[in-house]
Nanobody, 119 residues
Framework: EVQLVESGGGLEQTGGSLRLSCAASGFDFSGSWMHWLRQALPQVPGRGLERVASINPDSSYTSYTDLAKGRFTVSRDNAKNTLYLQMNSLKTEDTAVYYC????????RGQGTQVTVSA
């Protein structure tokens, strides 16, 4: 059974940084693409999960959507079965629940960790 547990969220000021972690178990983490997604808060009708970043199994390839480019960095430690998202230069529009997932559209995601960025 796929289990993903996100942590590291919290309240941060504009311009600050947070590092999210995702502990994985129950599947072949080191052989799996992994993804970070987010659901904006407050929720906006028609605006669902947004992909933030993706990383391939051996970390040789990463991709970011425009909302993350230049500010966020995805990484992983396969020895620890852990995925990370370093978020810098936070903006109020980054306020969201962040999920890690094995699917780029959000399949097999964890319970999420909330990030709130204040002005």
């Amino acid at each position: 059974e796929v289990q993903l547990v996100e942590s590291g969220g919290g309240l941060e000021q504009t311009g600050g940084s947070l590092r999210l972690s995702c502990a994985a178990s129950g599947f072949d983490f080191s052989g799996s693409w992994m993804h970070w997604l987010r659901q904006a808060l407050p929720q906006v009708p028609g605006r669902g999960l947004e992909r933030v970043a993706s990383i391939n199994p051996d970390s040789s390839y990463t991709s970011y959507t425009d909302l993350a480019k230049g500010r966020f960095t995805v990484s992983r430690d396969n020895a620890k079965n852990t995925l990370y998202l370093q978020m810098n230069s936070l903006k109020t529009e980054d306020t969201a629940v962040y999920y890690c997932a094995t699917g780029s559209a959000g399949a097999n995601r964890g319970q999420g960790t909330q990030v709130t960025v204040s002005a």
